[in-house]
């Protein structure tokens, strides 16, 4: 008897909770659009934010949280000068820049190139534990790894580095000159391979789609403008010239980084030289 009432007491309760369930998820598959859709079109009509599928997010599985910090151990570490450069007013930086695409055979210092560093992804405080970096991040999720491809920097040889944010070093990956292949890889374009140093942004997915599922990918994009933007300013504040690049043949630019392309890809090129 005792148990009987026990059981009746809770029914209420599981039997709004099944009903929940069953709307959240009818919601969230409520995706069929009549008129068929381009690929473009289709990302973005699934990645659309309906509170339809927000309900449905609480019962879609999504992908296990992968480490926050990309490091290669066995790679040689190059400490880089602390950035601590001082330039022109924001309102000036913003006045002034412009896409540029010729640069001078004049090498940048490694000074800055720790600036530019530090402003697509250094450190500038922390937060219940966590490091909170120069660009913003869905989240505080920071899918991004910045490389860079070594043309023309004073007291630094040619090759490709990883940025590494939490000690500002640089990891070497890849010795030798890497000017003609990331031109090939970037369809020719001439100041991937001239400028100083060519910043390649990766990002890997599923630290933002560990919380915000699919719409993470979009989140993902629109973070690549917030460090793209913060290059081009400080580039101008150093007195430096600048140009991002997103047409690039993604297979071979992923291949020169050693990623994949499925859960790390590359998502924007960025070139810095003297002018």
């Known amino acids: 008897m005792f148990g009987q009432r026990k059981i009746s007491k809770f029914m209420p309760v599981a039997v709004w909770l099944a009903v929940f369930a069953f709307v959240c998820i009818l919601f969230a598959h409520d995706k069929n659009p009549e008129e068929k859709l381009s690929i473009g079109e289709r990302f973005h009509y699934e990645t659309a934010q309906t509170w339809k599928g927000a309900l449905g997010d609480m019962f879609r599985s999504k992908p296990k949280l992968p480490p ?3 490091t290669y151990r066995d790679s040689k570490k190059i400490e880089l000068p602390k950035p601590q450069f001082r330039g022109i007013a924001l309102e000036e930086a913003i006045e002034k820049r412009r ?3 010729n640069y001078s055979d004049k090498p940048i210092t490694m ?7 530090f402003a697509a992804q250094g450190v500038t405080g922390h937060m219940y534990g966590k490091a909170l970096r120069t660009a913003p991040s869905a989240g505080a999720l920071y899918p991004f790894e910045v490389y860079v491809v070594v043309n023309n920097v004073e007291n630094l040889p040619r090759a490709i580095y990883h940025y590494s944010v939490l000690d500002h070093t640089l990891e070497l990956l890849k010795k030798g000159d890497f000017r003609s292949k990331i031109t090939d890889a970037g369809l020719k374009q001439e100041m991937l391979g001239d400028a100083a ?5 990766s990002a890997i997915f599923d630290r933002v789609r560990h919380k915000y599922g699919e719409r993470g990918y979009r989140y993902t994009y629109i973070e690549a403008g917030h460090i793209s933007q913060n290059l081009y300013l400080q580039s101008v504040s150093l007195g430096l010239g600048s140009v991002c690049a997103g ?3 993604d297979e071979k630019v992923n291949k020169l980084i050693d990623v994949d392309g499925r859960k790390e890809a590359v998502i ?7 002018l």
């Open 197 to 201: 140093v060519t910043f390649v942004l």
């Open 247 to 249: 047409a690039f043949l």
């Open 268 to 274: 924007y090129l960025h070139a810095v030289g003297s």
């Open 68 to 70: 926050q910090y990309k």
């Open 99 to 101: 896409s540029v695409r």
């Open 111 to 117: 000074d800055q190139l720790s600036q530019l560093l």
